[in-house]
């Protein structure tokens, strides 16, 4: 059995494909735009239109970069607050224009420096949960590596969040609570078991939708099965009127830790 530990390690591996790689091998015509029209264009956070098969969506993904000189250009996908607002202008656009919002998570957190905090970190996050629960358009988020804290919950607030075999969802990294609770970040494995990071954790308890297993080797056969599962998702999603689209995103959230799901208890 795959331990929480194992997962996170796996989340993390160098090689694993990044947000710009699921972006390149499932979406044609893709156009990615920058700015968040306040202070500036944050290379943390890819976002732009594009299309889904015959369908035009609106992509916005935290990516980490590949190499190291990449890693760095992209903060090693911890966004500033000009990130986040770029996204939501982004989502707000998409709203305006009726396209579907595909947000693809992958990050240990938010960027915690000075800079970020004197832009307004916090309220930057914050206005995108407000924001993203009323928006009247679909909304599918994928964690596809890490997903860390509110960094990761200012891409999440979706009609339904969809997790990778080996990525993580968590309220903090492992290192973060070890040194919390036991003053002693070593504590990393005994901290990842008890955060209850892992996907099936989390379908468990009903805070993501689906799993998608991961391929040993070329994530080519992946790449194709989300595409296949967001086209189906997306249409059933639009289908449904606005009103109704947003009752259910808010009767999902309000339900979240009150009926976990279990074999004798399926959701």
């Given at each position: 059995?795959?331990?929480?530990?194992?997962?996170?390690?796996?989340?993390?591996?160098?090689?694993?494909p990044t947000a710009s790689d699921y972006?390149?091998?499932?979406?044609?015509?893709?156009?990615?735009?920058?700015?968040?029209?306040?202070?500036?264009?944050?290379?943390?956070?890819?976002?732009?239109?594009?299309?889904?098969?015959?369908?035009?969506?609106?992509?916005?993904?935290?990516?980490?970069?590949?190499?190291?000189?990449?890693?760095?250009?992209?903060?090693?996908?911890?966004?500033?607050?000009?990130?986040?607002?770029?996204?939501?202008?982004?989502?707000?656009?998409?709203?305006?224009?009726?396209?579907?919002?595909?947000?693809?998570?992958?990050?240990?957190?938010?960027?915690?420096?000075?800079?970020?905090?004197?832009?307004?970190?916090?309220?930057?996050?914050?206005?995108?949960?407000?924001?993203?629960?009323?928006?009247?358009?679909?909304?599918?988020?994928?964690?596809?590596?890490?997903?860390?804290?509110?960094?990761?919950?200012?891409?999440?607030?979706?009609?339904?969040?969809?997790?990778?075999?080996?990525?993580?969802?968590?309220?903090?990294?492992?290192?973060?609570?070890?040194?919390?609770?036991?003053?002693?970040?070593?504590?990393?494995?005994?901290?990842?078991?008890?955060?209850?990071?892992?996907?099936?954790?989390?379908?468990?308890?009903?805070?993501?939708?689906?799993?998608?297993?991961?391929?040993?080797?070329?994530?080519?056969?992946?790449?194709?099965?989300?595409?296949?599962?967001?086209?189906?998702?997306?249409?059933?999603?639009?289908?449904?009127?606005?009103?109704?689209?947003?009752?259910?995103?808010?009767?999902?959230?309000?339900?979240?830790?009150?009926?976990?799901?279990?074999?004798?208890?399926?959701?």
């Open positions: 059995m795959t331990t929480a530990y194992e997962r996170l390690c796996a989340a993390r591996a160098k090689g694993r972006i390149q091998n499932i979406f044609s015509d893709f156009i990615e735009f920058h700015g968040d029209r306040r202070f500036g264009d944050d290379k943390a956070v890819i976002g732009g239109i594009a299309r889904l098969g015959k369908m035009p969506v609106t992509v916005i993904a935290l990516e980490k970069g590949h190499d190291t000189k990449n890693k760095i250009s992209r903060n090693f996908g911890s966004a500033h607050p000009e990130g986040y607002r770029k996204a939501l202008r982004l989502m707000k656009q998409a709203e305006k224009f009726g396209r579907p919002v595909i947000c693809f998570v992958d990050t240990s957190g938010a960027y915690c420096g000075i800079g970020a905090e004197e832009r307004g970190q916090g309220q930057a996050i914050a206005e995108n949960l407000m924001e993203m629960m009323t928006l009247k358009t679909p909304i599918l988020s994928i964690v596809i590596g890490e997903g860390g804290s509110g960094g990761a919950l200012a891409l999440a607030v979706a009609d339904e969040v969809w997790m990778l075999e080996n990525s993580v969802y968590s309220v903090i990294s492992p290192e973060g609570a070890a040194s919390i609770l036991w003053k002693d970040s070593s504590k990393t494995k005994e901290a990842s078991e008890q955060l209850k990071l892992t996907a099936e954790d989390l379908l468990g308890f009903g805070v993501i939708e689906r799993i998608f297993k991961e391929p040993r080797g070329s994530f080519k056969t992946l790449y194709a099965q989300l595409m296949i599962a967001m086209n189906e998702k997306l249409q059933e999603k639009n289908s449904l009127a606005p009103e109704v689209l947003l009752e259910r995103r808010y009767r999902r959230f309000r339900s979240l830790g009150q009926r976990p799901v279990s074999a004798e208890n399926p959701k």
